[in-house]
């Protein structure tokens, strides 16, 4: 039996960098959604869109998770 040393630093490698992507977009649209309605006086959508958006973001890499492990979708 042998191991691909290779092939389990690349999968090592890209879950790292895939779960820094999921936390970075989880965490920019809790602040973003935080700081738009801690600054709802000051009159600043953008902000409120720019975190709805990364709401969409989420969502959409959680659907994709869901749709790669259950066979059932493909």
Same mark, same amino acid.
């Given at each position: 039996?042998?191991?691909?040393?290779?092939?389990?630093?690349?999968? &090592?490698?890209?879950?790292?960098?895939?779960? +820094? =992507? +999921?936390? *970075? #977009?989880?965490?920019?649209? #809790?602040?973003?959604?935080?700081? &738009? %309605?801690? %600054? #709802? /006086?000051?009159?600043?959508?953008? @902000? %409120?869109?720019?975190? !709805?958006?990364? @709401? +969409? =973001?989420? $969502? #959409?890499?959680? *659907? $994709?998770?869901?749709?790669?492990?259950?066979? !059932? $979708? /493909?």
């Amino acid at each position: 039996m042998n191991i691909d040393w290779g092939a389990l630093a690349l999968v &090592s490698v890209v879950t790292l960098i895939g779960t +820094v =992507v +999921v936390v *970075a #977009a989880v965490s920019t649209a #809790a602040l973003l959604l935080d700081l &738009s %309605r801690a %600054r #709802a /006086h000051a009159g600043t959508p953008a @902000m %409120r869109v720019g975190a !709805y958006a990364m @709401m +969409v =973001v989420c $969502f #959409a890499m959680l *659907a $994709f998770g869901l749709w790669l492990i259950i066979p !059932y $979708f /493909h």
